[in-house]
């Protein structure tokens, strides 16, 4: 029963249900927000996408600011980190435990890259828009993957590992952040059960890296890359020339 109790203590249920609060507000953010007169740019879809970038960025940094107060020395997070620090060993990810943060991190942006480049030019092929890229799409881009990222990381790495980092064995940290992560992109990009999947599992690289480096501009940089690539894909999709 005392095991039982630590596993499910207060802290435990703090930083999950406001995981969870947080993650529903931005699955039903564009519903919120629709009620929203905001008119910013004139391409309804870059409009909508400004709207739920600002929405977000405010629910990642008020959830980040809760924990700050709630466990002040976490806010060492929030730094770059030690990328020098050697990964612990994890042989699904290809890391044998020798080699820095550093030359891990680049291995697995470019495997990660390499997926999510696959399945959103599958999404582009298939909805014909591979002839819809254009140049004014490229600082929205940056812009909406800066933003995303940065408040995604907030919630979903910052807020799981100021809760509960030091309290609770590393194994339970990462199957929380990257179950927690996962589970809304269902509704996202990419969605459905490979959505699911394939943020579930980059959940718990990136969470992985946050723990070991204690900083999480590495995981922010590397999430960062991905939605480049979503964004474009999903600029490409949704905007015709």
């Known amino acids: 029963m005392k095991n039982l109790h630590k596993i499910f203590s207060m802290r435990m249920f703090i930083t999950i249900s406001t ?43 008020i959830t980040a600011f809760v924990f700050i107060k709630l466990n002040p020395t976490s806010i060492s997070y929030l730094g770059v980190g030690k990328w020098s620090a050697i990964a612990a060993k994890e042989k699904w990810l290809g890391i044998n435990g020798t080699s820095t943060w550093f030359k891990n991190g680049l291995q ?37 993957s800066i933003t995303n990222a940065f408040s995604e990381e907030l919630i979903f790495r910052f807020t799981v590992v100021a809760g509960l980092v030091n309290q609770y064995p590393k194994t339970y940290i990462l199957i929380i952040s990257s179950t927690l992560f996962g589970l809304p992109h269902f509704f996202g990009n990419p969605g459905g059960i490979i959505g699911v999947i394939m943020s579930a599992m980059l959940g718990y690289i990136l969470c992985k890296l946050t723990i070991e480096t204690k900083g999480i501009v590495m995981a922010w940089l590397i999430h960062l890359v991905q939605d480049v690539i979503i964004f474009t894909a999903l600029m490409m999709m949704n905007i015709q020339k």
């Open 19 to 61: 995981v969870i609060a947080a993650a529903l507000m931005l699955v039903f953010g564009n519903q919120l927000l629709s009620k929203v007169g905001l008119q910013v740019h004139q391409n309804p879809f870059v409009n909508n996408l400004i709207k739920f970038q600002l929405y977000a960025l405010i629910i990642g940094l």
């Open 108 to 144: 697995l942006l470019i495997v990660v890259s390499l997926a999510t480049s696959i399945f959103m030019f599958l999404g582009v092929k298939y909805t014909n828009s591979i002839n819809n890229f254009q140049w004014w799409f490229v600082p929205f881009i940056l812009l909406f």
